[in-house]
């Protein structure tokens, strides 16, 4: 069975984060690191493991765990800059290491606007390396007609870059 971790630092969006949760397939282990801040707003959801946040000893901190993929929904701009770093400060941040040392997927949605120049050079820097930068962009060529719609797309859009298979939004042609 494949394994996800999914994690939600404290970025506004941590809905997207949840919804993106809740629309994972039964088909995926799923494992969940919340951030401080994102416990605040996050309720706990069955069929997921929780993961504590400032305890780097967790199953996540490890390459030989074999997590297939990770997603930071929203990654916040502290988080974005500490992994492009290297800093490896609590389990958020020491699990995107293992990731990238690991040559795993990692996805980061980074949920702040307009980029600064350093946050620019910190994603280049990241996706130079194979880690998937994937803010939440809206799209418009899926008749979407409701922010329920347009979230789906997100999701969906994340879910194809981690090779994850949904009817989440129409395609380009159909």
Known sequence: MRKILV???????????????EKLPDSLEKYLIL????????????????????DISEVSSSGSFMIDTMAIIPCSMNTLAKISCGIADNLI??????????????????????FS????????????????????ILGYYSDIKSLEEMEDFLIGKWFDSLEIEHNLFKRWGE
């Open 93 to 114: 941040t020491r699990s995107a290491s293992v990731m990238i040392k690991e040559r795993r997927k990692l996805l980061l949605a980074p949920r702040e606007m307009p």
């Open 35 to 54: 951030s401080d801040n994102a416990k605040i707003v996050f309720e706990k959801e069955e069929n997921i493991t929780i993961l504590n946040n400032k």
């Open 117 to 136: 120049p350093i946050a620019l050079e910190n994603m280049i820097k990241l996706s130079q390396i194979g880690v998937i930068i994937s803010p939440p």
């Open 7 to 21: 994690a939600i630092s404290g970025a506004s969006g941590v809905t997207l984060g949840k919804k993106f949760m």
